[in-house]
């Protein structure tokens, strides 16, 4: 007990049922999203049975879905990229599960090792790939689920054809070493 305050609980906490906060049965915050992706991430036998790699096109598998979202498994083996892209109406939260990725966005290049997780908004425009030597698996959360992913034509100088409003939301783990 701190005697430095005037606040004191008296009794069992857990008694008072109305100061506490139900169970949520599905994610409905960015950072109960965050959450599922990195439960996910950590119980490897839930998805790398699931993992497949195909030589000729990214491989993805639908791991789950749940009321507005679902949660893809993808597999990158060296060199296979996304192209340049948006996820339309879609937040999403992408999380490396293996491996190594690069993000390029029109603000630049970003490594994304094992581990590292990017949160995003509706129409925030990159273009992901693997371009090390190695494959890559990765986990994504769409919410709401993912209805379409225009690609994006890049004009001559190398720019989007179209402007780029949306901004990524970042999380602790998206610093990136220099």
Not at 158 to 171: I, K, L, M, W
Request: aromatic share 6%; net charge negative.
């Amino acid at each position: 007990m701190n005697s430095d305050s005037d606040l004191q609980i008296a009794g069992d906490i857990l008694q008072v049922q109305h100061l506490l906060q139900p169970a949520r049965e599905h994610p409905a915050t960015v950072g109960d999203f965050v959450g599922l992706a990195r439960s996910i991430a950590a119980d490897r036998a839930q998805w790398a049975p699931h993992v497949e790699y195909d030589a000729t096109s990214r491989w993805y598998h639908r791991l789950r879905t749940g009321p507005g979202y679902e949660v893809w498994l993808l597999s990158w083996v060296p060199g296979q990229g996304s192209g340049l892209h948006d996820h339309g109406p879609s937040s999403g939260v992408l999380t490396v599960l293996e491996g190594a990725l690069t993000e390029r966005t029109e603000r630049g290049v970003r490594k994304l090792d094992g581990g590292a997780t990017r949160v995003f908004a509706p129409g925030y425009v990159h273009e992901v790939v693997n371009d090390s030597l190695e494959p890559a698996v990765s986990l994504h959360v769409y919410y709401p689920g993912l209805t379409e992913m225009p690609m994006l034509p890049r004009t001559s100088s190398g720019e989007t054809s179209r402007p780029v409003t949306a901004q990524c939301v970042p999380t602790p783990e998206d610093v990136v070493p220099a």
